[in-house]
């Protein structure tokens, strides 16, 4: 599995001194078997001392965060859903939550709620609701908005798609 490294900046005076002998030796272009085992030492030591695997909990815990995000999100398109309150329901800080959502999904949480918005707009719109209405109840913030996002996913605007089932 891959290696996690849970802290950006190391303070280890043996690996720096390690770090150090090899950039001088590629700086003296000393390449071949000296600067490759400085490198592989190096390599060796950093991920020995401070990386780990990323264990199956942490990917499962991910998952759990994206399925509670994805449960949040159709029980709350219709209001303002912003970053903040699907990563407190998720359990995740903010960025994690949004790289974590577009890995697993390959959607960013933004096209997901439209497209969530869009498909609960379809059915208000097969029932007969104007087009402003359904801009209103699904959650978008103007009426272009909604039909910007409305033909971006279904490649027609609302009024043509409500004439096509009234």
């Known amino acids: 599995s891959p290696l996690?490294?849970?802290?950006?900046?190391?303070?280890?005076?043996?690996?720096?001194?390690?770090?150090?002998?090899?950039?001088?030796?590629?700086?003296?272009?000393?390449?071949?078997?000296?600067?490759?085992?400085?490198?592989?030492?190096?390599v060796r030591t950093l991920t020995e001392r401070y990386s780990s695997s990323r264990d199956s909990d942490e990917i499962a815990g991910e998952r759990k965060a994206v399925m509670r995000a994805k449960e949040y999100i159709p029980s709350h398109f219709d209001s303002t859903v912003s970053l903040p309150a699907l990563a407190e329901q998720s359990f995740l800080s903010p960025s994690h939550l949004a790289r974590v959502f577009k890995k697993e999904t390959g959607f960013s949480l933004h096209n997901y709620l439209n497209f969530v918005?869009?498909?609960?707009?379809r059915a208000l719109l097969r029932e007969g609701a104007s087009p402003a209405a359904v801009s209103y109840e699904t959650g978008f913030t103007d009426q272009s908005h909604f039909t910007y996002w409305f033909k971006k996913i279904t490649g027609i605007t609302p009024s043509v798609y409500r004439k096509a089932y009234n």
Not at 14 to 25: Q, V
């Open 4 to 42: 996690w490294f849970s802290d950006g900046i190391v303070h280890d005076k043996e690996l720096t001194e390690l770090f150090i002998s090899m950039h001088h030796a590629m700086e003296k272009s000393v390449y071949g078997s000296t600067t490759d085992s400085l490198l592989e030492e190096f």
């Open 117 to 121: 918005r869009v498909d609960r707009a």
